[in-house]
């Protein structure tokens, strides 16, 4: 069964309690949280001040996603912050494995993401290291884009990198994701499906959640 993180990226910013309403209700595995930076990406969402007013609100582990130039020097806002999981891209920071041992030393879960262009061979000897490999599906900086039909083929080499090497890390798919094609992303090997659109722009999000969990 697939874990699920609803990302409140496509949710009411001017009213996120109702939101964080709702993930109670549905009861998803976590919460994705999106921080961009006007930098890495062009948008800009929320930092450690707004995610810590969230951490109240819920006790699901809070997913953050860190689409942030240099993510070395915030991390332990992050980590006050309440975040559990804290993922950085590769090309965000310069020294990955110093950042990613960090992560681990302050406590939190740490992952690594690759945009959809980018190889496998960017993350392989940072895989023992890891929790979580998080393989965009879209190119990273809004939500309710298209799925990159060639990243289903990147999760099934990741999946059989994992096996290869005995891997325990988790592989979480972020990007276009909807009860549409929820399926052929967890045949692939996906372990934890990220969506926003997909989920609060539907009719019924809590429903929604409940089918997710079904994959
Ligand atoms: C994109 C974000 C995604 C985004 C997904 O930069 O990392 O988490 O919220 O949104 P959907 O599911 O609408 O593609
Ligand atoms: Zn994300």
């Known amino acids: 069964m697939a874990l699920i993180a609803p990302s409140i990226l496509s949710a009411n910013f001017a009213n996120l309690t109702e939101a964080f ?3 109670n209700k549905g009861q998803c595995d976590y919460i994705h949280i999106d921080v961009m930076d006007g930098h890495y990406v062009n948008n800009l969402t929320f930092g450690p001040p707004v995610i810590g007013h969230l951490r109240p ?10 689409m942030i ?13 309440g975040a559990d999981i804290l993922t950085v891209h590769t090309d965000a920071t310069t020294h990955l494995h110093r950042t ?9 879960a740490p992952g690594v993401a690759l945009n959809p262009a980018q190889s496998l061979e960017e993350v392989r000897y940072i895989l023992r290291d890891v929790d ?19 990243v289903l083929d990147k ?12 891997y325990s890390f988790k592989i979480e ?8 094609n929820a ?4 045949d692939a090997g996906a372990d934890i499906l990220v969506s926003g659109s997909g989920v609060f722009k539907t009719q019924d999000p809590i429903a929604t959640m409940k089918e997710f969990k079904e994959f």
């Open 21 to 23: 309403t709702l993930l």
């Open 57 to 66: 609100l819920t006790e699901i582990p809070f997913d953050v996603h860190l």
């Open 69 to 81: 130039e240099n993510p070395e020097r915030s991390l332990e806002a992050y980590k006050k912050a």
């Open 100 to 108: 990613i041992q960090k992560i681990r030393n302050l406590g939190m």
């Open 132 to 150: 979580l490999v998080l393989l965009m599906s879209v190119n990273p900086g809004f939500g309710g884009q298209s799925f990159v039909p060639q």
């Open 155 to 166: 999760i099934k080499d990741l999946d059989k990198m994992r096996k290869e090497g005995g």
């Open 173 to 180: 798919v972020d990007g276009g994701i909807k009860l549409e």
């Open 183 to 186: 399926k052929e992303v967890v």
